[in-house]
């Protein structure tokens, strides 16, 4: 079991920066694929970006490239979203994710634990 807790979000104006933060609680927080996905209103979840267990591979959606950077530090059970140069159509709730099985790491479907998601307000 593991328990996520995501921090980091407010209100920025355009081409600010944010940096979101999840701290994880429980066992194992290497064994896990990390996650991060966001869901505006109105709009299905989709996913953001991911981060292996060792934090050498790393994936993003082709929106977010060359912004957007996920980071582990798995001594302090944290993974990291550090978003720069963000734009209105960032704006949404951002969820971090926990996937056991690293089976197809861009799928909702595929994550076992999720956080109560914290909210990402870009301004134009």
């Known amino acids: 079991q593991v328990q996520l807790v995501e921090s980091g979000g407010g209100l920025v104006q355009a081409g600010g920066s944010l940096r979101l933060s999840c701290a994880a609680s429980?066992?194992?927080?290497?064994?896990?694929?990390m996650g991060w996905f966001r869901q505006a209103p109105g709009k299905e979840r989709e996913f953001v970006a991911a981060?292996?267990?060792?934090?050498?591979?790393?994936y993003s959606r082709d929106s977010v490239k060359g912004r957007f950077t996920i980071s582990r530090d798995n001594a302090k059970n944290t993974v990291y979203l550090q978003m720069n140069s963000l734009k209105p159509e960032d704006t949404a709730v951002y969820y971090c994710?926990?996937?056991?099985?690293?089976?197809?790491?861009?799928?909702?479907?595929?994550?076992?634990?999720w956080g109560q998601g914290t909210q990402v307000t870009v301004s134009s």
């Open positions: 429980g066992r194992a927080f290497s064994s896990y694929v």
């Open positions: 994710a926990a996937d056991a099985t690293a089976v197809v790491v861009t799928s909702v479907a595929a994550y076992d634990f």
């Open positions: 981060i292996m267990r060792s934090g050498s591979i790393t």
